[in-house]
């Protein structure tokens, strides 16, 4: 076993000194070992096995052919940034919507295991934690696609057949608004008003505004992106 | 850079930011705001810089990025000092013709000037451009001439100095006295007058006691909000922290919608360097008084801009609105007294202490006082941010202002208010923009935002659009709301497919009174004004899609229909190719004729129909005429 691995497991058999989540993203990275310690922690192993399923299932979803181990390690990784989001607003239960936009920005989704940490991490229940992200459009439950699309279908943009531009992408991408091309090159969704309305209709791919569009200017504008 | 202790300090470093700026030396200002830089604005600053470095005017020629002047249909603007010349609509290939003939040959690149609609002249100063002669542009003039990433540049034009006045010549009392006497009332769209929701706030009793900017602006086609927080944080912040003197706030929060990214950044680098100035946090101009800001950025939900939801969303929980006869003046975050102000009603504050009550007085019509800034959008030629003093009519914000309507098409509706605001037609067109005159219309003045439609434009269909759109957004809490929201949606649909019967209209006004009444919040306590408006002003157009089945504006989808005239196609093959379900039939020489079972009516065949054919007409379907026979032959005109 190598050195790492040792001073993990003793910091395990010791493990007065650790809180229950750096138990969790520890025994996480010696996972096969963790079983055969026979440490009298049965919630732990618990939790341990329900975040081992979601490491594989998440690497499924992300289309990455993993073994369970490298599923496992990749999972833990992105974890640790999730923690470092945490400690960025103190771990403040008040600061939820804040965490979940920065897990948002970065992932450009809230993928399960990230929101079941945050609640552990948090003490908050994680059906609170779905009730915000069901609430408030901003987060996704679902992988977006590398290229967002946003459509403002605002009152401005509408009145100048906003609509009309929607309609023409949906019809050119095969999907409807809110869902993602199977190739998961491009999401498509509307908004309710990005604050351009002097230049409407307008489209929003990665940052990057478009305005002034027709149903062909837009479509066309989609051809630059790979 | 060292904390400024006392209101001579900030004198003295104001005259020294002053001092070094020379006012005849050449600079370029770019705006940055959202709008130009969709236009390619962030192109136009490196290629002048790039330019700047070639020619080694480096140091000689300033080049600043401020943030928005409001016109951004004519964005990306540039604007010349000393001579304070204006260019619109400029590309980064125009950079180097207005590098050689504006600033080393001092002359003018005529064709990026404004060209007045009516006169075609070329403007040379900003008093000529009608879209600006007729505003009093008292909040957002400065965004000219701050880069809102500079602390200095603010406190060169005056800014902090009312702040320093309120904290060493001033009591809290007296400030909220002067607030009260200037009559100011909210400009996020309930209009409540300011002084007095902050004295509530301050007789309330609990500690801490809150501070709260709202920069949700969920209202769509509103822009002000954006444009102040992204090109003139300071203003707000110097509000912010005079009202907390005021009422007796240690703490303050400012939430701004995460679809306004710019915005967020520009906030947190104005508040970060407002603390390393000693103008913000601990002691702050060393006088003794604490305040410290947050941001808390919203999530994409409309109903949370409500001021009940939006302090749940603070605490971190669902932004859902609380019951009003708890006030939350009294009872906001966490059960403390909160008191919670729009983003323009702060930004006026500091003008109201510098200037005084009675000058805020001198603007406006006898209940509501002061400017407002409007978003003036739609079918008019100028569109964008119009600041100007209320009581001005309809008539002239759209056409002094607005250039009239666009295209030369006919005026039909002005909106009003966004969701919770009422339309307007052209008989009260002079009717004066003032609180209590909208109300009395049926309308309210909402956040500003004025949405103009013409001929072209359904007034079932926008307001089958809102209750869309508010029916969605509904948190879900009451029955009024979400039930009723969602039974009226439904009817309206049915009219808009040709499927309304006798009596729908009556159902809706009965709804409507009944989701009025009877909602926890102002989002289904307004909802029906869209829909009670237009049936109060536009009865024929109702009438029109029930009884004939018949689309005035020709929008409602299954109303309409597209019909190629057969005397004008000159068979080219080019709607056939770019119909995207192949509903046209017809080869070369054949006349192209539109399967109606096919058609979704998109408009693409008339979008690409060449101009001079113009064989696409959009039709009523039930004028469709009888259809040409097939394989009938083109005949050409010579």
């Given amino acids: ?226 | 850079m060292n904390k400024i202790k006392s209101p001579s300090e900030l004198e003295k470093l104001r005259k020294e930011i002053l001092g070094k700026k020379d006012p005849k030396k050449p600079s370029i200002v770019i705006c940055g705001g959202t709008g130009c830089n969709a236009l390619g604005a962030q192109q136009v600053v490196t290629v002048f810089k790039e330019a700047i470095k070639k020619q080694d005017l480096e140091g000689k020629i300033d080049i600043k990025e401020t943030g928005c002047l409001g016109f951004c249909e004519k964005g990306p603007r540039v604007i010349i000092y000393p001579e304070e010349i204006y260019y619109f609509q400029v590309q980064s290939s125009d950079v180097s013709e207005i590098m050689s003939k504006t600033i080393i040959e001092k002359g003018l690149v005529e064709r990026l000037l404004y060209t007045d609609l009516v006169t075609v002249e070329k403007a040379k100063n900003i008093s000529d451009i009608s879209f600006y002669k007729h505003q009093v542009r008292t909040l957002l003039q400065n965004n000219a001439k701050i880069d809102p990433k500079r602390i200095e540049d603010y406190i060169a034009t005056g800014g902090y100095s009312a702040l320093a006045k309120v904290l060493y010549k001033m009591t809290p009392e007296q400030v909220l006295e002067e607030v009260k006497k200037a009559n100011l009332r909210g400009r996020g769209g309930g209009g409540f007058p300011t002084g007095r929701k902050w004295e509530t706030t301050r007789n309330a009793s609990g500690e801490p006691k809150y501070v709260i900017v709202n920069c949700d602006e969920g209202d769509p086609g509103a822009f002000m909000n954006r444009s102040l927080m992204e090109g003139n944080p300071h203003s707000v912040l110097e509000g912010l922290t005079i009202g907390a003197y005021a009422i007796g706030s240690h703490e303050g929060f400012v939430y701004v919608r995460q679809e306004y990214p710019l915005a967020v950044e520009n906030t947190r680098i104005a508040i970060k360097q407002a603390e390393k100035h000693g103008l913000l946090g601990k002691d702050i101009l060393g006088s003794g008084f604490d305040f410290t800001v947050k941001i808390h950025r919203g999530a994409g939900a409309f109903v949370s801009g409500e001021s009940s939801a939006l302090m749940t969303a603070i605490e971190g929980k669902v932004g859902e609105p609380k019951p009003k006869y708890i006030h939350t003046a009294e009872k906001g975050i966490w059960d403390k007294p909160s008191n919670l102000n729009n983003v323009e009603t702060w930004a006026n504050v500091p003008l109201i202490i510098s200037k005084g009550a009675d000058w805020f007085r001198s603007t406006g019509t006898e209940g509501s006082k002061g400017t407002k800034i409007f978003s003036l959008v739609g079918k008019v030629n100028n569109t964008g941010l119009v600041e100007v003093p209320m009581g001005i009519t309809f008539r002239d914000m759209i056409y002094k202002i607005g250039g009239g309507i666009r295209f030369g098409k006919k005026f039909k509706a002005v909106q009003i208010g966004g969701p919770s605001g009422g339309f307007i037609p052209e008989n009260l067109l002079d009717t004066r923009i003032d609180f209590d005159e909208l109300r009395k219309i049926g309308g309210m003045m909402g956040s500003g935002g004025i949405i103009v439609m013409d001929e072209d434009t359904c007034i079932v269909d926008v307001a089958r659009y809102y209750i869309d759109f508010l029916s969605q957004e509904s948190c879900g809490k009451c029955v009024p709301c979400r039930e009723g929201l969602r039974q009226m949606l439904n009817i309206l649909n049915n009219i808009c497919a040709g499927k309304g019967k006798d009596g729908d209209v009556e159902l809706l006004e009965e709804l409507s009174e009944f989701v009025m009444d009877a909602s926890l919040c102002a989002l289904g306590g307004t909802a029906p004004n869209p829909v009670l408006t237009s049936i109060r002003y536009f009865r024929d157009e109702y009438n029109a899609h029930i009884k004939e089945n018949y689309c005035p504006a020709g929008v409602c989808r299954e109303l309409i229909t597209y019909y190629i005239q057969p005397e004008k196609c000159q068979a080219c093959g080019i709607c056939v190719r770019e119909c995207p379900t192949e509903a046209i039939y017809g080869g070369k020489n054949i006349i192209h004729v539109i399967d109606q079972k096919k058609c979704i009516r998109c408009n693409t065949c008339l979008d690409v129909c060449p101009e001079r054919f113009s064989a696409v007409e959009k039709i009523p379907r039930k004028s469709l005429p009888l259809s040409v026979p097939p394989d009938t032959k083109v005949v050409r005109k010579r």
């Fill in chain 1, 1 to 226: 076993m190598s050195e790492k691995k040792h001073s993990i497991l003793s910091q395990l058999q010791n493990n007065a000194t650790l809180s229950k989540s750096s138990l969790l993203l520890r025994g996480l990275e010696i996972l096969e070992r963790y079983y055969t310690l026979g440490l009298d922690q049965p919630l732990i192993r618990f939790e341990l096995r329900r975040l081992e399923e979601e490491a594989v299932h998440y690497a499924k979803i992300l289309k990455r052919i993993r073994r369970r181990e490298e599923a496992i390690s990749d999972l833990v990784q992105e974890l640790r940034d999730v923690e470092e989001i945490m400690e960025k607003y103190g771990a403040d239960k008040n600061a939820l919507i804040q965490i979940l936009l920065d897990i948002q920005t970065r992932n450009h989704w809230l993928p399960k295991p990230h929101l079941m940490w945050v609640a552990e991490r948090l003490g908050v229940p994680l059906a609170r934690i779905y009730q915000i992200a069901s609430f408030y459009k901003a987060f996704s439950l679902t992988p977006k696609g590398r290229h967002n699309i946003r459509v403002c279908l605002g009152t401005a943009c509408y009145v100048r057949q906003g609509q009309k531009i929607l309609e023409a992408i949906e019809r050119t991408l095969c999907i409807k608004a809110g869902e993602t091309t199977s190739n998961g090159k491009f999401s498509l969704e509307s908004v309710n008003c990005i604050g351009c309305c002097a230049l409407g209709p307008v489209m929003e791919i990665d940052g990057q505004y478009y305005g002034e569009l027709s149903a062909t200017k837009a479509v066309k504008v989609l051809s630059n992106y790979s």
